[in-house]
C-alpha cells in the first residue's frame, strides 16, 4: 500500500511495534509519548539510518536463507487482530518451515556496541513485539535474524506464549479504550512526562493538609535532600585533600592497582563573550537573540520554625 495509507494505519492503531511502550516496558518511549503520537501524529521517520534498514532487510533475509536452509517471503501487509481492529502488525517476511508451517521473521540491524548490552539475549521490548505478532497472526513461532554490524549474527527462534498473551491482551485493550478513545492521558512515569501534560503553570498554590499522603513524600525529599548535602560536603572534603596531596602532579595510583586518581591540566576551552559582543554590536545582538519558551523549574524549601 502507499507509504501515506500505512501511515494512516499506524496512527489509528497500536502497532505490535507499539506493545512495550504501551505497556510501559519500552527504554524508548513511554505511555505518555505513545499516547501523544496518537492524540497528535507520530513524526514520519525519515533518515538513512532507518532507510538503511529496510534496505539491510534483503540481506539478511538472504544469509538466514543460506544458514538455515528456510525460505523466506515478504510480507507487504498490515494484519489486524480479528477482533480489536487497533491491534495491528506487519511481519518482515513469512518463514516456510519443513513440516509445512509457517513462522514469522523478524528482522534486526544492530551495532555491536549496542548489542553488548544485549548480552547475548533478545531485549524484551523486541520478544513483546515478536509475541504481539504471534497473537494477530496466529502463527506459532517467530525468528529473530539479527545482524550485528558486519561481522556477526544472531538466530533465535521463539514460541507463542499463550498464558503471557491472556495476561497482556486486556493491558493493550485498556491502553486503547482508556486513554486514546477517552482522549485521556495514561499516568505519567517521569519528569519528562510532567513536562508534556503540564507544560506551563496556572497560577494556583494548592494547600495540603497535614494528612494527605502528599506530605510524606515532601518530607522524605527534604531528607534526601539534607542527606544528599551532607554527603557532598564530605565528597567535597575528601577531594580538596587528595588534591592537596596531588599538588602539581598529574596524578597518583595504588601499588596494589585498586584505584587511579587523575588531575591534569586539560585543554583551554572557547567560549563567546556575550556581554563584550553586545557592547560593541548591540544591534547584531538584539536581532541573533531569541526568546525561548518559559519552562517550569522545581524547587523544595523548608520552612524555619
Not at 516456510?96 to 514469522?104: F, L, Q
Not at 585498586?258 to 572557547?270: A, E, I
Request: some cysteine; hydrophobic content about 35%; glycine content about 6%.
Amino acid at each position: 500500500m502507499p507509504r501515506e495509507d500505512w501511515i494512516a494505519i499506524r496512527q489509528s492503531s497500536i502497532g505490535t511495534s507499539d506493545f512495550a511502550a504501551a505497556l510501559g516496558l519500552s527504554p524508548w518511549k513511554t505511555p505518555v509519548e505513545l499516547w501523544e503520537e496518537k492524540m497528535n501524529g507520530a513524526e514520519d521517520i525519515e533518515s538513512f539510518r532507518f532507510d538503511n534498514g529496510h534496505w539491510y532487510e534483503e540481506v539478511v533475509r538472504k544469509w538466514f536463507t543460506k544458514y538455515k536452509g528456510l525460505k523466506v517471503v515478504r510480507d507487504r501487509k498490515i494484519r489486524i487482530h480479528d477482533k480489536y481492529e487497533y491491534l495491528t502488525t506487519n511481519l518482515d517476511g513469512i518463514v516456510r518451515r519443513e513440516d509445512g508451517k509457517k513462522s514469522g521473521i523478524e528482522i534486526k540491524t544492530v551495532d555491536p556496541m549496542i548489542y553488548r548490552h544485549w548480552q547475548g539475549k533478545i531485549p524484551l521490548y523486541y520478544q513483546i513485539q515478536a509475541q504481539g505478532q504471534m497473537a494477530i497472526t496466529g502463527l506459532d513461532s517467530v525468528f529473530f535474524a539479527v545482524q550485528i554490524g558486519f561481522h556477526d549474527k544472531k538466530i533465535e527462534e521463539h514460541k507463542f506464549d499463550r498464558e503471557w498473551w491472556d495476561c497482556t491482551l486486556p493491558r493493550l485493550v485498556d491502553f486503547w479504550e482508556s486513554y486514546v478513545i477517552e482522549k485521556t492521558p495514561p499516568p505519567p512515569v517521569n519528569s519528562e512526562d510532567i513536562v508534556r501534560l503540564f507544560p506551563k503553570s496556572n497560577g494556583d498554590v494548592l494547600m495540603v493538609d497535614e494528612h494527605e499522603e502528599i506530605q510524606r513524600v515532601v518530607k522524605d525529599l527534604l531528607y534526601t535532600k539534607s542527606q544528599i548535602k551532607e554527603l557532598q560536603e564530605d565528597q567535597k572534603q575528601f577531594e580538596f585533600m587528595i588534591k592537596e596531596y596531588i599538588g602539581e602532579s598529574d596524578g597518583m595510583k595504588d601499588l596494589a592497582d585498586q584505584w587511579n586518581v587523575t588531575y591534569k591540566t586539560g585543554k583551554p576551552r572557547l567560549s563567546f563573550d556575550k556581554k563584550g559582543f553586545g557592547v560593541d554590536h548591540p544591534d547584531l545582538l538584539k536581532k541573533y537573540t531569541k526568546e525561548g519558551n518559559g519552562f517550569r523549574s522545581f524547587r523544595i524549601t523548608e520552612v524555619s520554625k
